[in-house]
C-alpha cells in the first residue's frame, strides 16, 4: 500500500486532433475501467474546454494545461492567464517542463513567477526539475535539482504548499525510450523529498521519462515515486489505461 495517492498524468503536449481526442475517450469509456489512481491529462491550451466537456461524461479524468503565464492578465499576446484557467475549471498546470524551459529559455525566476500565478489562483502546481545528460555525467544532478527547487518554489505561501507536485524528469529521458532506473529515480526522488521545506511528507513526487505500460511497475513500487507525468504512451487510450491500471494494483 502506498503512503500517497498515485497519480498518472498525461502530458499530450503539441499532439491531438478533435477526432483522436474524441476516438481518445470513446476507448477510455469502453474500457469501463475502475480507477483506484488520479489520472490527469494536460492538452494543448485549445482544447482544454471540449476536454473538459468529454472528461466530464467519462467521469475518471481531471484535466489541466501545460505551461501558463506568470501574471494574471494584460498586454501577454499568445499567453495563457492562470487566473482564465481556474476560471475554466482546470485543476493543475504544469510549470518547468524541460520543454519549457531548454525551448523557450524559461528560468528558474521566470518559472518561480509562474509558480506563484498558480498557486495564486488555486490551481495545483506540477513543477518540473531535472538535469540534462551533460549534467548527470558531471556529476552535478543533485546541485541542479536543488536549485531548480530552491529558486523555483521560493516564497511559497504556507497555506499554497499542499498545491504544488514535483515531477522528477531527467531530461534525457524524456521522449528518448531511455528510461532511468527505478534505484536511479528513486534516489533522486527522495533527495527531491528531503530539500521539500513544506509539505514534505505528503508531497507527490511523479517520475517522468520514457514510462511504458512495461516498465511503470517497477518504478511505482519505490517508496518515494507517487505515479508517472507520461508524454508519449498517454495518447493512446488502450496504453493509458494500461498505465492506470498498473497504478490502481500497487
Ligand atoms: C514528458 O513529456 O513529460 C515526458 C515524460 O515524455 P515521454 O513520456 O514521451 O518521455
Request: aromatic share 6%; net charge negative.
Amino acid at each position: 500500500m502506498k503512503a500517497r495517492e498515485i497519480h498518472i498524468v498525461g502530458n499530450w503536449k503539441m499532439n491531438q486532433t478533435l477526432h483522436e481526442i474524441s476516438n481518445f475517450f470513446i476507448e477510455m469509456t469502453k474500457m469501463k475501467m475502475e480507477l483506484k489512481c488520479k489520472a490527469w491529462i494536460a492538452p494543448q491550451a485549445l482544447h482544454i474546454a471540449i476536454l473538459k466537456e468529454m472528461a466530464f461524461t467519462t467521469g475518471a479524468i481531471q484535466v489541466g494545461a501545460q505551461n501558463c503565464s506568470h501574471t494574471d492578465s494584460g498586454a501577454f499576446t499568445g499567453e495563457t492567464s492562470p487566473a482564465a484557467l481556474a476560471d475554466m475549471g482546470v485543476e493543475f498546470v504544469l510549470v518547468g517542463h524541460s520543454e519549457r524551459r531548454t525551448i523557450f529559455n524559461e528560468g528558474n525566476e521566470i518559472l518561480n513567477q509562474k509558480v506563484l500565478a498558480a498557486l495564486k489562483n488555486n490551481l495545483k502546481v506540477i513543477y518540473c526539475v531535472g538535469e540534462t545528460l551533460s549534467e548527470r555525467e558531471s556529476n552535478t544532478t543533485f546541485s541542479v535539482i536543488e536549485e531548480q527547487l530552491k529558486v523555483g518554489l521560493q516564497n511559497v505561501p504556507a497555506d499554497k504548499a499542499h498545491l504544488v507536485m514535483i515531477a522528477y524528469e531527467p531530461v534525457w529521458a524524456i521522449g528518448t525510450g531511455k528510461v532511468a532506473t527505478a534505484e536511479q529515480a528513486e534516489e533522486v526522488h527522495a533527495f527531491i523529498r528531503g530539500k521539500l521545506t513544506q509539505n514534505s511528507e505528503h508531497a507527490i513526487i511523479l517520475y517522468g521519462g520514457s514510462v511504458k505500460p512495461d516498465n511503470i511497475d517497477t518504478l511505482l513500487r519505490k517508496e518515494n515515486i507517487d505515479g508517472a507525468l507520461v508524454g508519449g504512451a498517454s495518447l493512446k487510450a488502450s496504453d493509458f489505461r494500461a498505465l492506470c491500471s498498473s497504478a490502481s494494483v500497487i
